[in-house]
Nanobody
């Protein structure tokens, strides 16, 4: 059974630099692309960043240059380094495995105070 567990969220001041983690179990993590999504209140879930199994990354325009996605296959873990946070980054952040609709973590709340 595949499980994805996010951590690292919380209340952060604008300009802060938290790092989110997502640890996978029950799967061969290195074989899959993985991604971070977020969902703000009243909005649809949106792609934040994605990293292929080969390490190719892509980012939403709104976070490019501020966020960095990375993976550590030996630890089955995905990271999102978030820098220069803005209040509009406030959302629940989810990781997704393999671009598959059923493989989501439970999410971690990030709240950015101004």
């Amino acid at each position: 059974q595949v499980q994805l567990v996010e951590s690292g969220g919380g209340l952060v001041q604008a300009g802060g630099s938290p790092r989110l983690s997502c640890t996978a179990s029950g799967t061969i993590f290195r074989l899959y692309a993985v991604a971070w999504y977020r969902q703000a209140p009243g909005k649809q879930r949106e792609l934040v960043a994605r990293i292929s199994r080969g390490g190719t990354t892509n980012y939403a325009d709104s976070v490019r240059g501020r966020f960095t996605i990375s993976r550590e296959n030996g630890k089955n873990t995905l990271y999102l380094q978030m820098n220069s946070l803005k209040p509009e980054d406030t959302a629940v952040y989810y990781c997704n495995l393999g671009d598959l609709p059923n493989f989501w973590g439970q999410g971690t709340q990030v709240t950015v105070s101004s």
